[in-house]
C-alpha cells in the first residue's frame, strides 16, 4: 500500500526549513523545435543558485535529451493507437504474355491487368493492443520521470559547486589576512634588525612565513578559480565567460539549526524521489507486458474486404467493357486459432515473468541506496557541526594565543619560531572552521532538499 505525505509532516518540515525557494523539475510541456533550440533566457549580470538551476534546466544537453526520450515515448503511444485503425490498401498487376504457337483464334500476343482495393481491420486479437497502449502511457510517464531525476541531480551537483565557490572565497579572504598580518610582522622584523635589536636569523624565518603565506594566496586563488570554472562547466556557459556570484553570508544560526528526524527523511524522499516513482510505474509496465506474451494464446478475428477488376486483351471484349463487367466487391471475416507456436509464447510469458521481479530487486535496491545516502548526510552533518563548535573554542584560544605571541614578540621574550607556531596554528583553525561551516552547510541543505524537494541560498 502506497504511502502518501501527510500535511502534518509538510509543516513540521517547513518548521525545519523555513527558508524555501522555488521548486525545480523537468519541463512538462515542449514540442520537437524547443529540444534543439538556443533558450532565450538570458544571463544574470550577479548569478543567484536559483539563477544557475533555471539555466541548466533550459541548457543542459541531459535535460534536452530526457526531454527527446519523452518525446519519443509519446510518438510509440501514437503507434499503439494507431494499430486500431484499419489497413487501406491499392494494388495493380501489369502482364504481357506471347504465345509462339497459337490455336485456332488465339491471339500470339495478350496483355493483361488487375486492379485491387484491399482493406482489412484485426477486430479482436487478445486485448495486446490496449495493453500497448496502456504501458506505452506509463513509459512515457516513466520516461518523464528520468528527466525530474536529471534535474535533481543537476541541483544537487550546483548546490556543492555554488557552495564550494563561497568557500574558496571566504578562504582567499582568510590567506589575505594572513598575509597582511606577516608582511606587518615581516616590516617590524626588519626595522628590529635595523636597530639591532634582533638578528638577521629571526628576520629570514620571519620573511620565509611572509613568502609561505603569499604562496597561500597564490593557492586560495587559484583554487577559487577551479571552483568558478566547474560551475562554469556545468551551466556550459564557456571558457571566457566571467561568472559572478551573489556573495552569501552564513550565520552560525543557520550551521547549528535543527534538522528533522532522520527516518521522516527517508520516508518523504522515498516517496518524490523519481527513481522510486519510476519503479513503481515499473510493476504495472512489466504487468502489462505479461499480459502482451499471453494475449498470443488467444485467437485472432479481424474483416477484410476489398473492390477489384481487371481486363484481358485476349477475349475480344473491350478495356471499358471488361473493366465493368469485371467490377467485384467481396467481404469476409478470418478466424485465426494458434496450435503450437513452438513454445514462442510460452517462452515470452516466461521471459515477461522474469523480468517483473526486477521490480522487487530494484526496489531494495534503491532503499538501501536512499538509506545509506540519508545516512551518510547526517553523519557528515553530526561531524562538521561538532567540528564547528569545537572550531570556534579553538580560534578563539588560537587567536589569543597569536595576540598575546605578537606582543611577547615585540618585547624578545619570544622567539621567531614560536611566533611563526602562533601564526600557523590561528591560520589553520580559521581554515578548518571553514571547512566545517560549508561542509556543514552542505549537508544541511542535501538533507532538506531530499525531505522537501527545495534548496534555498541562504
Request: aromatic content about 10%.
Amino acid at each position: 500500500m502506497k504511502k502518501s505525505i501527510s500535511l502534518f509532516s509538510i509543516l513540521l518540515l517547513a518548521g525545519f526549513f523555513p527558508s524555501v525557494a522555488e521548486e525545480f523539475f523537468f519541463p512538462s510541456d515542449f514540442n520537437m523545435e524547443q529540444v534543439t533550440e538556443v533558450s532565450s533566457m538570458s544571463k544574470p549580470d550577479v548569478w543567484t543558485f536559483d539563477d544557475c538551476v533555471r539555466w541548466a534546466i533550459a541548457n543542459n544537453i541531459d535535460i534536452r535529451s530526457s526531454m527527446l526520450s519523452v518525446l519519443q515515448a509519446d510518438q510509440n503511444i501514437g503507434m499503439a493507437k494507431d494499430s486500431y485503425l484499419p489497413y487501406i490498401g491499392f494494388s495493380t498487376n501489369q502482364s504481357f504474355s506471347n504465345y509462339p504457337f497459337p490455336v485456332g483464334s488465339q491471339p500470339q500476343n495478350t496483355y493483361n491487368s488487375s486492379y485491387n482495393i484491399n482493406a482489412s481491420w484485426t477486430i479482436w486479437e487478445g486485448n495486446a493492443r490496449k495493453y500497448r497502449v496502456e504501458s506505452g502511457k506509463l513509459l512515457k510517464m516513466q520516461q518523464q520521470l528520468y528527466g525530474d531525476d536529471v534535474v535533481k541531480n543537476i541541483a544537487l551537483g550546483l548546490l556543492q559547486a555554488y557552495l564550494n565557490i563561497l568557500y574558496s572565497a571566504e578562504a582567499v579572504d582568510i590567506a589575505k589576512k594572513s598575509l597582511e598580518v606577516s608582511s606587518a610582522q615581516a616590516a617590524r622584523t626588519k626595522r628590529l634588525m635595523e636597530t639591532g635589536r634582533t638578528s638577521k636569523v629571526d628576520y629570514a624565518q620571519i620573511e620565509s612565513q611572509r613568502a609561505q603565506d603569499e604562496y597561500n594566496l597564490v593557492q586560495a586563488e587559484s583554487s577559487y578559480a577551479t571552483s568558478k570554472v566547474t560551475l562554469k562547466n556545468l551551466l556550459n556557459l564557456g571558457l571566457d565567460y566571467d561568472l559572478q556570484i551573489q556573495e552569501v553570508n552564513f550565520s552560525d544560526s543557520l550551521v547549528n539549526s535543527p534538522l528533522p528526524p532522520k527516518t521522516q527523511v527517508y520516508e518523504i524522499a522515498m516517496q518524490w524521489l523519481p527513481q522510486f516513482k519510476s519503479n513503481e510505474l515499473s510493476k504495472s509496465i512489466y504487468d502489462y507486458n505479461i499480459k502482451i506474451a499471453n494475449s498470443t494464446y488467444f485467437p485472432s478475428i479481424s474483416l477484410n474486404g476489398g473492390l477489384g477488376t481487371g481486363y484481358n486483351s485476349g477475349n475480344g471484349f473491350s478495356w471499358g467493357s471488361q473493366m465493368k463487367n469485371f467490377f467485384n466487391e467481396n467481404i469476409g471475416l478470418s478466424l485465426s486459432v494458434p496450435i503450437y507456436d513452438g513454445n514462442a509464447t510460452r517462452r515470452a510469458v516466461n521471459i515477461a515473468k522474469l523480468q517483473a521481479l526486477e521490480y522487487d530487486l530494484n526496489k531494495t535496491r534503491l532503499e538501501n541506496d536512499l538509506s545509506q545516502t540519508i545516512e551518510n548526510l547526517f553523519i557528515e552533518s553530526d561531524n562538521a557541526r561538532a567540528r564547528y563548535v569545537s572550531g570556534l573554542s579553538q580560534l578563539e584560544a588560537t587567536s589569543l594565543s597569536a595576540e598575546l605571541v605578537d606582543r611577547q614578540f615585540e618585547l624578545g621574550l619570544v622567539n621567531p619560531l614560536e611566533l611563526l607556531t602562533a601564526h600557523n596554528n590561528l591560520l589553520n583553525a580559521r581554515l578548518q572552521l571553514l571547512q566545517s561551516k560549508y561542509m556543514a552547510i552542505l549537508a544541511s541543505k542535501s538533507i532538506g532538499y531530499y525531505a522537501t524537494t527545495q534548496i534555498s541560498i541562504p
